[in-house]
């Protein structure tokens, strides 16, 4: 089944304490990005990576790293967690950004305390 | 003003009836339009996808876009109560997508 594949589903955290959440896809995609939800804001990108050693910064990169040392795997890190991190997280990928469409994984909803 | 308006609801209509859902955006330059569908506890997932204007059947759902007034439309027929969800707009160019915040839809039986 073509699936983005995302993991933990549900992280609490304290605040600094290093953690990372990851992403894999099993769609031969070239392009993968990050989003975090927040009600009424929407779906905001975090980081974007076009292909393999190739990322670039959202709308929303502060306090998030990401890489792409293989084509099918994203992490997304927090060095430093804080709680205006808490919120719900998506991976998604596409054959190429902006078009045809994205894929997303399920989502991990992290809560940092 | 944000790039991409979607009136957030809640919206609840009895089953059978048929429903709209709309978005109002501010960049003219963008030339595709996606609609998802997003169930709680998940992530968004593709229902619609459109190139510029003019609308798309698929099934119980039409997706309309009218590119000189900046307004995208989900319609669905004979609405059911599977499909109460989130509905997220999004449109693209030139490697940028822009997501609604969503309309939170219950379809009540």
């Known amino acids: 089944e073509a699936q983005v594949t995302q993991n933990p589903r549900y992280l609490i955290t304290v605040t600094g304490k290093k953690l990372t959440v990851t992403c894999s896809q099993n769609?031969?995609?070239?392009?993968m990005s990050w989003y975090r939800q927040d009600p009424g804001l929407g779906l905001r990108q975090i980081y974007y990576?076009?292909?393999?050693?190739?990322?670039d910064k959202g709308d929303v990169p502060e306090g998030y790293k990401v890489s792409r040392k293989e084509k099918r795997n994203f992490p997304l890190i927090l060095e430093s967690p804080s709680p205006n991190q808490t919120s719900l997280y998506f991976c998604?990928?596409?054959?190429?950004?902006?078009?045809?469409?994205?894929?997303f994984g399920s989502g991990t909803r992290l809560t940092v305390v | 003003q944000k790039e991409v308006e979607q009136d957030p609801g809640p919206l609840s209509v009895p089953e059978g009836a048929i429903v709209s859902l709309n978005c109002t955006y501010s960049?003219?330059?963008?030339?595709?339009f996606m609609w998802y569908r997003q169930y709680s506890r998940k992530g968004p997932e593709l229902l619609m996808y459109?190139?510029?204007?003019g609308n798309k059947e698929d099934g119980r759902f039409t997706a309309q876009v009218d590119k000189s007034s900046k307004y995208i439309s989900l319609f669905i027929r004979d609405s059911q109560p599977s499909d109460s969800a989130t509905y997220l707009c999004?449109?693209?160019?030139?490697?940028?997508?822009?997501f609604g915040a969503g309309t939170r839809l219950t379809v009540k039986p």
């Open positions: 999004a449109m693209s160019w030139n490697n940028d997508m822009r």
């Open positions: 769609m031969n995609h070239e392009y």
């Open positions: 960049n003219s330059a963008f030339q595709y």
């Open positions: 990576s076009m292909n393999v050693e190739v990322t």
């Open positions: 998604a990928s596409s054959f190429a950004q902006g078009l045809g469409g994205y894929t």
């Open positions: 459109t190139y510029s204007s």
